[in-house]
């Protein structure tokens, strides 16, 4: 990591109306091509090149705050939880909504196993339920339809009904696709095995959870969280397994981890810190400051290629920051 990378202008990605609360990568899909999808309040998440940051086409459909979306691995499905109740899943060829997954509350996370066009996807929110769609049978093929609204509903079952006691705020599928981690409000990071359904593992966080997210650069699986003033770093594949807590004299809203470079970067959680910095993962300390947003910081992520990282924030802009030396992409 040359000193080339700092003070790069950052490339931005205007088309929102209101806050992001939420982008995510695919993973790389063909030699150098990859995705990029943004979650917004405008209700419209986009779908983006990730490389250049060019618009490729929003989702339309949803009648309530996004405030998650995920891209499946391959970058074929799409997925969306909602302030209007439900997850919808989607196909990113055409646009199209596959299944409306109807909720009794706000749904903040959603989640694919780490698998090409998958078949199954979790989600939660306000409900402080974890529950897992099978996409494989629409229940119109199923049992006797109970009602109209919930006829595209594919069937779903709850994972440890009663044990979240806060709203889920992240879900996060680990390699092993039997194992689940959810980040809720009451402060707890958990571990679920999806055969016997139950915990197994978990952590207690100081302050209120911002993002909990998987490394995309490595196979090691890190999981990084943001709480409070701190970072957490987890091993994703050993439940409840922490490596490391740095406390920071900021509040942070956002974290990603850069397992090859060792590096992480974190963004402010107000409207007087709306910095993105870059930190040494080893020696703990800050490398870089960057500015450029004009709002909090809500979600960090590292491509799949760990060349650059996005930032999404509160002032309705998606940002791509180079983290390499020498050209790439539009940086020339």
């Not at 998958?118 to 897992?132: D, F, H, S, Y």
Request: aromatic content about 10%; hydrophobic content about 35%; glycine content about 10%.
């Amino acid at each position: 990591m040359s000193k080339e990378t700092t003070k790069v202008v950052p490339l931005t990605c205007h088309g929102h109306s209101r806050p992001v609360p939420h982008i995510h990568f695919s993973a790389m899909v063909d030699e150098d091509q990859y995705y990029i999808i943004s979650a917004c309040k405008d209700m419209n998440p986009m779908l983006r090149d990730g490389v250049t940051g060019d618009w490729i086409g929003t989702f339309l459909g949803h009648k309530g705050a996004v405030w998650q979306a995920r891209l499946s691995s391959d970058a074929s499905f799409a997925a969306t939880a909602s302030a209007d109740f439900s997850a919808k899943v989607w196909d990113t060829h055409t646009g199209e909504a596959l299944h409306t997954l109807q909720h009794n509350h706000i749904v903040r996370a959603v989640a694919f196993p780490n698998q090409p066009r998958p078949q199954i996807v979790a989600t939660g929110g306000m409900e402080k339920k974890l529950r897992i769609f099978d996409l494989s049978r629409s229940s119109s093929s199923s049992s006797p339809v109970q009602d109209t609204s919930a006829a595209a509903t594919p069937p779903s079952y709850e994972i440890g009904a009663g044990i979240h006691t806060g709203g889920l705020k992240s879900i996060v599928w680990a390699a092993d696709p039997n194992v689940l981690i959810t980040a809720a409000e009451d402060k707890k990071i958990r571990w679920w095995d999806l055969r016997t359904q139950s915990t197994i593992g978990e952590h207690t966080v100081e302050g209120a959870v911002g993002t909990c997210e998987l490394d995309n650069t490595s196979a090691e699986g890190v999981l990084s969280v943001a709480a409070g003033n701190s970072v957490y770093f987890f091993d994703s594949a050993s439940p409840g397994s922490l490596i490391k807590t740095i406390k920071t004299p900021y509040e942070i809203a956002s974290v990603a981890f850069h397992g090859g470079q060792r590096r992480f970067v974190t963004g402010g959680s107000n409207q007087n810190d709306t910095w993105v910095r870059v930190w040494d993962f080893d020696e703990e300390k800050e490398l870089e400051t960057n500015k450029g947003h004009h709002g909090p910081i809500w979600s960090v992520s590292f491509s799949p290629d760990g060349k650059l990282y996005a930032t999404g924030s509160e002032d309705g802009t998606v940002k791509l920051w180079k983290f390499t030396s020498g050209p790439y992409g539009l940086w020339r």
